[in-house]
């Protein structure tokens, strides 16, 4: 933040507004009590006194006082009426405040080739409920987006939330987009290439919309809540017939100068090998890489001793171990998520696992998403408390900081 001085008052009040509700939001989530704990009706669970919040802050009562009313007045935090029944001590009973999650909510939106999903959240990231609706992968991209809508809608109406209490939207969607939200590339869903989808969605959310790649935010849901909590250097595989990756380094997201970073299914150029469409083939004729049925398929034959399907599969599993060791070579991560379709395909995890310890200098641990469908979703919804977080605390950078579409 830099140097602070007293010339700046405002910035200061900011920032003393950050570390009281911090603390209260803490304090909350916790569910603890002091003052004479949770049977004495001094101390109400999930709430903090004045005297507590001087305490862990270090600032002055007054200031806290005159914090905690700014605060009250947005919304954000309410006082706690003391419990009836409890053992009172002689005397007026500490005033209690906690900070009200519901006074906002977020939600987290996957834009894919066959659905679209959302998923609602208060402002503390607790799921409040979710939807799922199939679009077919040659729907334009005002269908899609209309779909996305309707189903957003249905969400809110079933939830009993209004559209403007959202604070934040967050999007994971393919291809490689830019910071403002603007698809720079995409060949996955038809009219999606360099559409202005941050700007689209802030018409419908008139709030701050944030889209990211649909693996960068998977990666970040693991990172989480998933199969890489406690992990700071993450590789999460989107696995398919053109995979995707999404890195953490030291507990960042990793999008590259452009946003192209983990794009590792484009490695086949390099040596002018087959297409992606091409490696599953089992006729010479290439796969729709949108139809997942049609794979599917050919797992299934490889199973039954089909040589053709056997040499395909073959071909994707030696492809995919390919592209995913030139990531792990270059990041070292602790460990290597795979989701996606392909993920749940017998034949993929293991050769994975065994062919990345013979290639890479320090084999990392490998293993299946633990979110599987609601990864993408997850991931988007914390982007949005990401952004929340950042705008009410402001203290420190979040890890999945990025300009948002106003």
Not at 161 to 168: C, D, I, M
Not at 344 to 369: F, I, K, N, Q, W
Request: proline share 4%.
């Amino acid at each position: 933040m830099g140097r602070l001085t007293g010339g700046d008052p405002s910035l200061l009040r900011r920032i003393n507004s950050a570390v009281v509700l911090h603390a209260l939001r803490a304090a909350t989530a916790s569910g603890t009590a002091t003052e004479g704990g949770p049977d004495d009706a001094g101390g109400c669970a999930g709430s903090a006194s004045l005297t507590d919040l001087t305490r862990v802050t270090g600032l002055s009562r007054p200031t806290v006082e005159g914090v905690i009313d700014g605060l009250a007045d947005s919304g954000l935090v309410v006082e706690v009426p003391a419990e009836e029944g409890g053992v009172r001590r002689q005397g007026r009973p500490a005033r209690r405040f906690r900070f009200r999650a519901e006074a906002g909510h977020l939600l987290g939106i996957e834009i894919g080739a066959h659905r679209v999903a959302a998923l609602l959240s208060d402002l503390d990231g607790h799921a409040l409920g979710s939807i799922v609706r199939e679009v077919s992968e040659k729907a334009s991209a005002d269908e899609r987006l209309e779909r996305v809508r309707t189903a957003v809608a249905d969400l809110l109406r079933r939830a009993g939330v209004a559209r403007f209490s959202l604070r934040a939207v967050g999007v994971g969607s393919p291809g490689i987009v830019e910071a403002d939200g603007t698809v720079h590339l995409c060949t996955a869903l038809p009219g999606w290439t360099g559409l202005p989808l941050g700007e689209r969605l802030r018409r419908s959310f008139r709030c701050p919309v944030l889209v990211e790649n649909d693996a960068n935010t998977a990666a970040v849901a693991e990172h989480w809540k998933g199969a890489a909590v406690g992990s700071d250097d993450v590789v999460f595989v989107l696995a398919g017939l053109s995979p995707g990756a999404g890195s953490l380094i030291g507990g960042r997201l990793h999008r590259g100068f452009g946003g192209a970073a983990g794009e590792i299914g484009a490695l086949h150029l390099l040596g002018r090998e087959a297409a992606p469409e091409e490696v599953l083939s089992t006729t010479g004729e290439p796969l729709n890489p949108l139809d997942e049925a049609q794979v599917a398929r050919v797992f299934a034959l490889a199973r039954d001793g089909d040589v053709r399907a056997r040499a395909a599969v073959d071909r994707f599993v030696r492809r995919l171990v390919h592209d995913t060791a030139a990531l792990v070579l270059a990041l070292d991560p602790e460990v290597v998520v795979v989701g996606g379709w392909a993920a749940g395909l017998d034949g993929v995890l293991a050769p994975l696992r065994d062919e990345l310890s013979r290639y890479c200098l320090r084999a990392p641990e490998v293993t299946l998403s633990l979110l599987g469908e609601a990864a993408v979703t997850t991931g988007a919804l914390r982007l949005a408390l990401d952004h929340v977080e950042q705008e009410l605390f402001a203290v420190d950078s979040t890890v999945t900081t990025r300009r948002a579409s106003r």
